[in-house]
């Protein structure tokens, strides 16, 4: 089984809301992703947990907190987000730790819309 | 950082077609990924390849390390097929997949 699930699927938000996107995989993966899709571009880096620890920070706008409670699950804690904010939010898991490579799988993703 | 150029940006094709896909990268990769993105955002892993040649029906794919580039071939091509095709590479060791900008396929029936 290579599932990645992500909740919700489509979130609309005021820029004064405070909301979560989760993100599960059941694979025994060490390492998990953040990427954030603009329309018509290609994914972007923006967090990477290796064995539940933050291991990059692409230089993410602090309105943007990600968390890891255990080695199945990501959150990203979301805060006073701004209309260019919206976006395809998409998570993804490999089996490697940090050094190694191995391949990543991806989610269904999170399409979020900042009003 | 790494470059990773994809070519053609869009191609239309007549359902039955063949066609090539082309990726160049930069530098020595660790990591190579061919994903296609399909209407609904879903990037569905199509190969992991950072050298060689691996076949998975109608798909194939060739990575020439030494020379930086790699290409995804689709033969017998149908509507479902679709979609964004991006190529993604690790440069070093790693866990950062950077992509490529994508190849917009339109198959017609």
């Known amino acids: 089984d290579t599932e990645v699930t992500q909740t919700p699927k489509h979130l609309v938000m005021g820029m004064t809301n405070k909301k979560s996107l989760k993100c599960e995989q059941h694979?025994?993966?060490?390492?998990m992703y953040w990427y954030k899709q603009k329309a018509k571009k290609p994914p972007e880096l923006m967090f990477v947990?290796?064995?539940?620890?933050?291991?990059i920070n692409e230089s993410v706008p602090s309105r943007f907190s990600p968390e890891c409670p255990n080695s199945s699950l990501l959150n990203l804690h979301l805060h006073a987000l701004q209309p260019e904010d919206s976006a395809l939010y998409l998570c993804?898991?490999?089996?490697?730790?940090?050094?190694?490579?191995?391949?990543?799988?991806f989610g269904p993703g999170t399409r979020l819309t900042v009003t | 950082g790494i470059q990773v150029e994809q070519s053609p940006p869009d191609l239309i094709l007549q359902e039955g077609a063949n066609s090539t896909l082309r990726c160049n990268f930069s530098?020595?990769?660790?990591?190579l990924q061919w994903f296609h993105q399909n209407p609904w955002g879903q990037l569905i892993n199509l190969f992991y390849i950072p050298s060689g040649t691996k076949q998975n029906g109608r798909l194939s794919a060739t990575t020439v390390a030494t020379e930086r580039y790699s290409l995804l071939y689709i033969s017998s091509s149908q509507t479902t097929d679709s979609g964004v095709y991006f190529c993604a590479v690790v440069m070093g060791y790693g866990n950062k997949l950077v992509f490529g900008a994508g190849t917009i396929l339109r198959v017609k029936s």
């Open positions: 530098d020595s990769v660790n990591n």
């Open positions: 947990y290796s064995y539940e620890k933050l291991s």
């Open positions: 993804a898991s490999s089996p490697a730790p940090s050094g190694r490579v191995y391949e990543q799988y």
């Open positions: 694979m025994g993966h060490r390492a």
